[in-house]
């Protein structure tokens, strides 16, 4: 090859191989995002799927674990009623975050509400927590979809984020005595709303 093909060919490889440089950026940084969701919702969290979301709260300490006392709140529920933690202080609570715009959470609704029925009577608590989406919105979800517990609306994501909370629907499940007895990422199927609800009831 003479110098001046030799020239003329160089930009034409730079460019493939910048080109390249540009496919592997981009299927790595796909692999890095699908790991990230496989470790929030994957195997082993008793979930069937589950929604990344964003908090705009301080999220520097530890998650809430099983063993230990959940953060305290206060919020408001979508019909403008105050709802803390401590209202349910000696009563078992299934504790669960969501949103109306989340599909995983949408999906597992009638089944919550079911079991909220079913359970209610024995001594069963449920508080939704509902992030980033306004208390308007929410009565109208709540409304369209017959839900009947208790929904605190969290539209900063400031409880979220004290829960550490980085995908829903998350579920905490609450002892008599004020601690945490199970956590579970994802929609849950009917079997396991049972199961864990049975757990807090000491059944």
């Known amino acids: 090859m003479s110098r001046a093909e030799a020239m003329a060919s160089a930009p034409t490889a730079g460019r493939v191989a910048g080109r390249l440089q540009t496919v592997l950026v981009l299927v790595v940084t796909a692999a890095v995002i699908g790991l990230a969701a496989f470790l929030i919702g994957g195997a082993?969290?008793?979930?069937?799927?589950?929604?990344?979301?964003?908090?705009?709260?301080?999220?520097?300490?530890?998650?809430?674990?099983?063993g230990a006392v959940p953060p305290g709140f206060t919020a408001l529920t979508f019909d403008g009623k105050t709802v803390k933690l401590s209202d349910y202080a000696g009563k078992p609570l299934w504790l669960t975050f969501g949103a109306s715009w989340c599909?995983?959470?949408?999906?597992e609704a009638p089944d919550l509400e079911a079991a909220y029925t079913k359970y209610q009577a024995q001594g069963l608590n449920v508080l939704g927590v509902f992030i980033s989406e306004s208390s308007s919105d929410v009565a109208a979800y709540a409304g369209r979809a017959s839900?009947?517990?208790?929904?605190?609306?969290?539209?900063?994501?400031?409880i979220a984020s004290t829960y550490r909370t980085m995908g829903i629907p998350t579920h905490f499940f609450i002892g008599a005595d004020g601690r945490i007895k199970d956590v579970k990422i994802g929609a849950l199927d009917p079997a396991t709303m049972d199961s864990e609800i049975q757990a807090i009831l000491g059944k």
């Open 44 to 66: 082993g969290q008793g979930g069937n799927g589950v929604t990344q979301v964003s908090l705009t709260g301080d999220v520097a300490g530890a998650a809430p674990t099983v």
């Open 103 to 107: 599909p995983d959470c949408r999906a």
């Open 147 to 158: 839900l009947t517990f208790p929904i605190a609306v969290d539209q900063n994501t400031m």
